[in-house]
């Protein structure tokens, strides 16, 4: 059954217009009238639906009912990621999508290829955040994981709160000894580095503000694939 994500509260049964976004997608998927379908708008439930109307600038629908799927991680991670070059990035929001990522921090460090500010940076965020809902409507998600703005990492660093009585804060470090294994926080902050990794006082900078280093074992593993191993392994564990 088709799945479509709607950028404005579904409240309660009765008949709605589709937003702009999910009534393109069901044109183009030229669903008719009496075709079913599932909605969600980020809060957790998803809907059963019906199509109601179908016209050139309007779709209509008729929610049946709600139910609360269990499908999010028993853990809340967030990956605060010196981002890798733009496709790369693309690959890595989508599949932390699909892992169960909460959300994705985009950062600029000493060793960054990738380096957005102003409207660009607005507009990455906005097409990342694009990719997330794809990527939940594929899956099954119905909390989409959440694209933070852009920042520098000194900045981000900078306004972190110290960490929660709950939260443990990993930096993911080829130089770290403690591996990851037997780690199972409930609630995450990982922070990893782009190709080549944090320079020394970057990684002086995380330690300073909670975070641990830890290893993902004697292989290097490229900047797109060290936060997915995380989570991975934070979803089996």
């Known amino acids: ?39 969600f708008d980020g809060s957790g439930p998803e809907w059963r ?17 709600a139910e609360q799927p269990q499908r999010e991680l028993a853990r ?25 990522a909460v959300a994705l921090q985009p950062l600029m460090g000493e060793r960054s290829v990738l380096r957005l500010a ?8 906005a097409h990342w955040q694009g990719v997330a809902i794809a990527a939940a409507e594929q899956s099954g998600r119905t909390v989409p994981l959440h694209v933070e703005p852009v920042q520098t990492l000194p900045a981000w660093l ?27 926080p409930s609630r995450a902050l990982f922070l990893s580095g782009p190709e080549g990794g944090l320079s020394d006082a970057e990684e002086a900078a995380a330690r300073a503000r909670g975070f641990v280093a ?19 392994w934070l979803a089996l564990s």
């Open 49 to 65: 639906a019906e199509v109601t109307a179908m016209g050139r600038s309007e779709v209509r629908v008729n929610l049946i009912d």
């Open 118 to 125: 102003g409207e660009r940076a607005d507009k990455k965020r």
């Open 214 to 232: 830890v290893t993902l074992g004697p292989r290097v593993l490229r900047a797109d694939t060290a936060p997915l191993a995380v989570l991975s």
């Open 158 to 184: 900078a306004g972190l709160p110290a960490p929660a009585a709950d939260e443990w804060r990993g930096l993911l470090s080829p130089r770290a000894a403690q591996p990851l294994a037997g780690l199972a």
């Open 1 to 39: 059954m088709p799945r479509f994500f709607v950028d404005t509260p579904l409240i309660q049964p009765g008949e709605i217009a589709l937003p702009a976004g999910a009534a393109r997608h069901v044109q183009v998927l030229r669903l008719q009238p009496g075709d079913a379908l599932t909605l």
């Open 76 to 100: 809340a991670v967030t990956l605060a990621v010196v981002m890798p070059a733009n496709d790369r990035m693309d690959f890595l929001v989508e599949k932390a999508t699909e892992l169960g």
